[in-house]
């Protein structure tokens, strides 16, 4: 093995190649220590492409020394990115320029068999010294992103016979990016992609950014070209909404699943872990929180994959497997950008303070498990609302929930609540802390239609960050929001 920690080579060598690019299919991955993410936790992220009517599958398993979770085939022994009760977290890529021989063991099987069998990232280099000095019928030729619960965070360029090592750390470079090129094969297969994905993740480094939020939103569903430039994807209405080529984008056609794994703190239950998983294309579904030691409703997951391809179908044109059009991101009353960030975010703030309950044994699992469900079927059915918003017939449910709006969600002082007093009654607006309790009520008259919360309870003190609901009612009109409030 060697260990590599120069990034600015990588990059130079890699701009330098330019003009032997080839656009392919394959993942977008990429690992960060936890010197440079908002949580001080190390994060790795993937994009996984393939033939978009494949079907992803999650699974649990727990037939080897640890239990592990992760995005498979159906009936499979292998995985594609999953982690671990004890914390270790992999996603992998293909490298096509690490040219091998064909064989029976690929990068699947090793993912599935480290994630099992593997505690640490010394266990997984001691399981690489193993293959690759083995008579054992291999095909690997892959980058791999990897990390445990101490922290360390690695990316590992692997053939049939040798192993690299380029470490995220601040002694060498405090992240790692890859698409289906490899340093060691000289290749250059998905440079724009990977171009792409260092600007991006640059940038949230120097704005201090660098969160799972964040990266779902900005990273695993933007759109370049094969300049590697950022599109502009509609979010408010009245943006521009152009036919986009998607070619050489990180989130495009084929890319039928991602994640971002985020690690544990110091101190913190290894089994924690959380991999956020969007099961299908990540304009048409939204990640969903999993923890390696508890399984949950698997069937609900499988159907968001499933249902993932002809949702994309309504996206991208019929005529050009690679132009998304982007018009259907918009109609009244509803943005999907807007309604997806919003999902995540929320679902973030209150899966870590679900978290934070178990581990000081203020909840038990089942607790979780029930969150984890509750947000799977959630995302079922917001992926049927989706079949009518993309077409022109979503007029009816639009109008239905066109009736109580916020803005800006997530909101920092103030948040702005209009409302439609279909009745001409007195009517209340109630907010709720996420624990059910009544924590401020406006009274409504007949004339008002809408009203200002500056993020206080009724005694007038400022309330911490976390998801708040909105209930306004009057007469038999109810209707709610979840709004989020950070500090």
């Known amino acids: ?26 993942c977008t991955i990429g690992i960060a220590s936890n010197s440079i993410t908002t949580s001080n936790r190390p994060i790795l992220w993937k994009s996984r492409d393939i033939n978009p009517t494949t079907i992803n599958t999650l699974r649990h398993a727990d037939n080897l020394n640890y239990e592990f979770i992760g995005v498979t085939s159906p009936g499979e022994n292998r995985m594609w990115m999953g982690v671990n009760e004890e914390g270790l977290a992999i996603a992998n890529s293909l490298s096509n320029d690490l040219t091998v021989t064909e ?4 990068n699947g ?19 690489l010294d193993f293959l690759t000095n083995s008579s054992i019928d291999l095909e690997l030729r892959g980058n791999f992103v990897a990390f445990d619960a101490s922290g360390q965070s690695k990316l590992y360029e692997i053939n049939n016979s040798n192993y690299w090592i380029f470490e995220a750390s601040p002694e060498a470079s405090p992240y790692q990016i890859r698409t289906n090129h490899s340093v060691n094969g000289g290749g250059m297969d998905g440079i724009e992609r990977f171009l792409r994905s260092n600007n991006i993740i640059t940038e949230l480094i120097e704005n201090n950014q660098l969160s799972v939020n964040n990266l779902l939103f900005d990273h695993i569903r933007d759109v370049s070209d ?3 430039q950022a599109y502009e994807l509609p979010s408010n209405f009245g943006d521009p909404t152009p036919l986009i080529d998607t070619s050489y984008s990180i989130d495009r056609r084929n890319t039928i699943s991602a994640v971002v794994i985020e690690g544990v703190a110091p101190g913190q239950d290894p089994k924690l872990t959380t991999m956020w998983l969007i099961m299908g294309n990540p304009f048409v579904s939204y990640a969903i929180p999993l923890v390696p030691f508890l399984s949950p409703n698997l069937s609900v997951f499988n159907s968001l994959s499933e249902n993932s391809p002809e949702l994309v179908n309504k996206l991208w044109s019929s005529d050009n497997d690679f132009l998304l059009d982007t018009s259907k991101f918009l109609h009244p009353n509803f943005s999907l950008l ?7 975010l929320t679902s973030y703030i209150a899966f870590e303070e679900l978290k934070e309950d178990w581990q000081e044994d203020d909840i038990d699992e089942l607790i979780i498990i029930d969150y984890i469900n509750d947000q799977a079927n959630q995302a079922l059915a917001f ?9 022109s017939n979503y007029n009816t449910e639009l109008a239905k929930a066109s009736n109580l709006k916020i803005f800006p969600n997530p909101f920092v002082d103030k948040l702005a609540i209009d409302f439609k007093n279909s009745k001409q009654t007195e009517g209340k ?49 109810v209707e709610s929001r979840k709004a989020v409030l950070l500090k």
Not at 109 to 127: A, K, Q
Request: glycine share 6%; net charge negative; aromatic share 12%.
């Open 338 to 344: 807007e309604e997806l960030y919003s999902r995540e």
């Open 1 to 26: 093995m060697l260990i590599i920690t120069n990034m600015k080579k990588i990059l130079v060598l890699l701009i330098f190649m330019l003009f032997k690019i080839n656009a392919i299919f394959p």
């Open 226 to 228: 094969a300049q590697s």
């Open 383 to 391: 992926s049927g609302d989706l079949l009518y918003n993309f077409t």
């Open 103 to 106: 064989g029976e063991f690929n």
């Open 429 to 477: 607006l109630r907010i709720y802390n996420i624990r059910g309790q009544l924590i401020r009520e406006f009274s409504t008259n007949s004339k008002s239609t809408s009203l200002e919360w500056d993020g206080k309870n009724s005694d007038n003190l400022e309330l911490p960050s976390g998801i708040y609901l909105i209930r306004y009612e009057n007469g038999n009109q």
């Open 109 to 127: 099987n090793l993912i599935y068999n480290s994630l099992g069998t593997c505690s640490d990232l010394e266990d997984f280099e001691d399981y």
